[in-house]
């Protein structure tokens, strides 16, 4: 999955959250996989920030 899928999974499941489309159970299911979203999200800009910062010490 990219970044710019994830990003738009969480905009989605924030619009849910925001607009109380979610009932309790799949409230619970969302908030768990927008934890995973987040963590991936969070892993691919650590992972560019390493790779522009190796680029930026070649130089």
């Keep these: ?3 710019e899928e994830a ?3 969480l905009e989605d499941i924030v619009s ?3 607009s109380d489309e979610l009932d309790i159970d799949n409230l619970g ?3 768990k ?3 995973q979203l987040i963590k ?3 892993d691919k ?3 560019a920030d390493e790779d522009i ?3 930026l010490k070649k130089d």
């Design 1 to 3: 999955m990219t970044y």
């Design 7 to 9: 990003l738009k999974q």
């Design 16 to 18: 849910k959250v925001e």
């Design 29 to 31: 299911k969302q908030l």
């Design 33 to 35: 996989k927008a934890q």
């Design 40 to 42: 991936l999200c969070k």
């Design 45 to 47: 800009l650590a992972k």
């Design 53 to 55: 910062n190796e680029v």
